[in-house]
């Protein structure tokens, strides 16, 4: 029975560790994604503001994080900040005028575009780009 309580603990502790990961997002215009920790390892992409990452640990002012398709790299400390951010994930979603699909479409957007949270409303959220376009979408099309 102590065995139970004990391993039970364990995985309370361990899950909760995953879902606390640190949540970062990408502060400047373009950032560089590198295999490793330093500007002399290779530029694996490049990705624009708000792109939101999951900090999997760090090393000395680099962080080596896991983006929304489970792809890995290294980014330098000074590109990135603690801001709401959310990436679409769906091949096409609509970004509309207000929270509901009453709502005028504004216009579309294609998957992997980040954008900053500014508001919530139930199942929507308010978005602004790095290009100052602003709209609503809707929850399950982002992560």
């Known amino acids: 029975m102590r065995f139970i309580s004990l391993l ?9 560790s995953f879902a606390m990961a640190e949540r970062l997002s990408v502060s400047s215009r373009i950032a560089n994604i590198r295999s490793g920790p330093g500007t002399d390892y290779e530029i694996l992409w ?13 090393s000395g002012s680099w962080i080596n994080f896991r983006d929304f398709e489970g792809d890995e790299g290294w980014i330098h400390t000074s590109l ?13 979603c609509n970004v509309r005028n207000g929270p509901g699909t009453n709502h005028d ?4 957007v294609e998957k992997g ?22 709209g609503w979408i809707h929850k399950s099309l982002v992560w």
């Open 113 to 134: 575009i980040p954008f900053l949270i500014l508001d919530r409303q139930k199942n929507w959220i308010q978005i602004k780009h790095a290009d100052g376009d602003r």
């Open 8 to 16: 039970t603990v364990v995985v309370i502790l361990l899950t909760g």
């Open 46 to 58: 490049k990705v624009e503001s708000y792109y939101p990452i999951v900090v999997l640990k760090k």
């Open 105 to 108: 479409i504004l216009f579309t």
């Open 80 to 92: 990135v900040r603690k801001k709401p951010t959310v990436i679409t994930i769906k091949n096409t």
